[in-house]
């Protein structure tokens, strides 16, 4: 029986060339970073949305203190009048 030992060689030779990888491959690809742009209506949109928040705000402000006093009063058939309205889409 006779081994030739030139071509097993080879054979590794090709296994360890493929499993050496070049810096360039190893290297993950430079990702942009997340941008997000804001049109001017959209601006204009939000600026104009807090100045209602300040009002809503000044409204809750209001009942709060008005509750903690004790002075504000539910009037029941106003709520039961909603909730109606709200399951029978009225």
């Known amino acids: 029986m006779n081994i030739d030992k030139t071509n097993g060689s080879s054979f590794i030779q090709s296994y360890?060339?493929?499993?050496q990888v070049s810096p360039?491959?190893?290297?993950?690809p430079i990702?942009?970073?997340d941008?997000?742009?804001?049109?001017?209506r959209a601006k204009e949109m939000f600026?104009?949305?807090?100045g209602v928040d300040m009002d809503r705000q000044e409204k809750?402000?209001?009942?709060?203190?008005q509750i903690q006093s004790g002075e504000y009063e539910?009037?029941?058939?106003k709520v039961a009048e909603s909730v109606f309205d709200f399951w029978y889409d009225k």
């Open 60 to 65: 809750i402000n209001a009942l709060k203190l």
């Open 47 to 50: 600026e104009k949305n807090a």
């Open 74 to 77: 539910v009037n029941s058939s």
């Open 31 to 33: 990702q942009k970073e």
């Open 35 to 40: 941008e997000v742009q804001i049109s001017n």
């Open 24 to 28: 360039v491959e190893r290297s993950k």
């Open 16 to 19: 360890q060339k493929q499993m």
